[in-house]
């Protein structure tokens, strides 16, 4: 599979470590370039500087052909206009956004998303896998 991940974190650095382990092609769009680079640098894939929610970035890293796109931006306005970007030019594309404040979660649930996913349950849910 190829996918996009909007926003380079802890998180998104090591699924992708973890998609490439397992085969899949990865691009980050991230609009540091200083990250772009300790990505590279790193792990050795592609990185693009950019933003996501601009059409020519997107289409710069392969939207149309990519299978999945994540949202993953600390800024959820960011990351709710870049999936609309993304589906706008990928009918076709998952998405997965994950939202930093709970209090946006509503704003996403009304629309064309396919996964929603807030920082805190990822963090509570390994907590709880260790507990039970």
Same mark, same amino acid.
């Given at each position: 599979?190829?996918? =996009?991940?909007?926003?380079?974190?802890?998180?998104?650095?090591?699924?992708? @470590? !973890? &998609? =490439?382990? /397992?085969?899949?092609?990865? $691009?980050?769009?991230?609009?540091? !370039?200083? !990250? +772009?680079? /300790?990505? %590279?640098?790193?792990?050795?894939?592609? +990185?693009?500087?950019?933003?996501?929610?601009?059409?020519n970035?997107?289409?710069?890293?392969?939207? /149309?052909?990519?299978?999945?796109?994540?949202?993953?931006?600390?800024?959820? /306005?960011?990351?709710?206009?870049? $999936? #609309?970007?993304? @589906?706008? &030019?990928?009918? %076709?594309?998952? $998405?997965?956004?994950?939202?930093?404040? =709970?209090?946006? !979660?509503?704003i996403? &649930?009304?629309?064309?998303?396919?996964?929603?996913?807030?920082?805190?349950e =990822?963090?509570?849910?390994?907590? #709880? +896998?260790?507990?039970?």
């Amino acid at each position: 599979m190829y996918i =996009i991940i909007s926003g380079s974190n802890n998180i998104t650095l090591d699924l992708a @470590k !973890k &998609l =490439i382990a /397992e085969g899949h092609e990865i $691009t980050f769009i991230d609009p540091d !370039k200083n !990250k +772009s680079d /300790e990505i %590279e640098k790193n792990i050795g894939f592609v +990185s693009l500087v950019g933003t996501s929610y601009n059409k020519n970035s997107l289409i710069e890293a392969g939207i /149309e052909r990519a299978d999945i796109f994540v949202a993953s931006n600390i800024n959820d /306005e960011i990351n709710f206009v870049a $999936t #609309h970007v993304a @589906k706008n &030019l990928n009918e %076709e594309i998952t $998405t997965i956004n994950l939202i930093n404040n =709970i209090d946006n !979660k509503n704003i996403f &649930l009304g629309d064309e998303f396919d996964y929603i996913v807030e920082f805190d349950e =990822i963090i509570s849910g390994n907590l #709880h +896998s260790f507990i039970s």
